[in-house]
């Protein structure tokens, strides 16, 4: 049973930092692809960064430079370190995986973006 755990959301001001953990489990982890989405309220879910089973990473425009995906696979975790953050960032931070064409969710994380 694939189960995804997300955690590290909260409360930051503007140009401040979080790191989010996704702690994976009920996959052989080094073998996927992982993805970190968001969802702003009234929003579609989107994606915000891949890293490929091989370590590439591809990332939306709008979070170059300040956000940084990175896998652990003896741990079965991800992380996505957020530097700068801007109220835009604002939003429920949701990992993901997909696996014999399904895709799996945690819970999600959030995270707020405010003076």
């Known amino acids: 049973q694939v189960q995804l755990v997300e955690s590290g959301g909260g409360l930051v001001q503007p140009g401040g930092s979080l790191r989010l953990t996704c702690a994976a489990s009920?996959?052989?982890?080094?073998?996927?692809?992982m993805g970190w989405y968001r969802q702003a309220p009234g929003k579609q879910r989107e994606l915000v960064v891949v890293?490929?089973?091989?370590?590439?990473?591809n990332y939306v425009d709008s979070v170059k430079g300040r956000f940084t995906v990175s896998r652990d696979n003896a741990k079965n975790t991800m992380y996505l370190q957020m530097n700068s953050l801007k109220p835009e960032d604002k939003a429920v931070y949701y990992c993901?995986?997909?696996?014999?064409?399904?895709?799996?969710w945690g819970q999600g994380t959030q995270v707020t973006v405010s003076s």
């Open positions: 890293i490929t089973s091989g370590g590439r990473r």
């Open positions: 993901n995986v997909n696996r014999a064409r399904q895709n799996y």
């Open positions: 009920g996959i052989i982890f080094s073998m996927y692809d």
